[in-house]
């Protein structure tokens, strides 16, 4: 279990790292965007235009690396809701890399960005792995909480 923590701990510093590689394509951002509104947008709703996409993508990135770390923690606590969370989490970021990457090769614009895409999933895969592989299952089993003691003849062995 502590090596699928490193894991989804490494999957929230690669969405960083991500993050700020895309900081330093600004310049190519303005450049996009201009292309694509035909030169209409200038100056300042060009601008407007690239801090929006800069913000969101800032915002998405936090998002993803905050939920790699609170699955990473929730998962290490033995939790198995987190265990399934952590799964649907992983099944919109695979519908999401596919998407991304049909985009990226119809528009051709595949580079950088899809390499950390591509990271990203492959660490989502090897988590899931080491999640569900059946060493694990036992430290996701349910327990009694500490100290609980059932009630004497609980449950009845006798049918009612």
């Known amino acids: 279990m502590q ?14 790292l991500g993050m700020a590689y895309s900081l330093t394509m600004l310049d190519e951002t303005r450049s996009n965007a201009l292309d694509a509104s035909g030169g209409v947008l200038r100056g300042n709703e060009l601008d407007l235009l690239v801090y929006a996409s800069v913000g969101g993508t800032l915002l998405s990135a936090v998002v993803t690396a905050g939920l790699w770390v609170w699955m990473a923690f929730v998962c290490r606590a033995g939790k198995n809701w987190g265990r399934i969370t ?10 999401s890399y596919a998407a991304g990457t049909v985009l990226a090769f119809v528009t051709s614009t595949a580079g950088i960005a899809l390499v950390f895409s591509t990271v990203t999933l492959v660490i989502g895969l090897a988590a899931m792995i080491l999640l569900w592989n059946r060493t694990s299952s036992p430290f996701f089993a349910s327990r009694a909480p500490q100290g609980y003691q059932p009630y004497p003849g609980y ?6």
């Open 86 to 95: 952590g799964t649907v989490f992983f099944g919109i970021n695979a519908l």
């Open 3 to 16: 090596i699928a923590f490193y894991v989804m701990l490494a999957g929230a510093v690669v969405t960083l």
């Open 155 to 160: 449950p009845p062995s006798a049918p009612y």
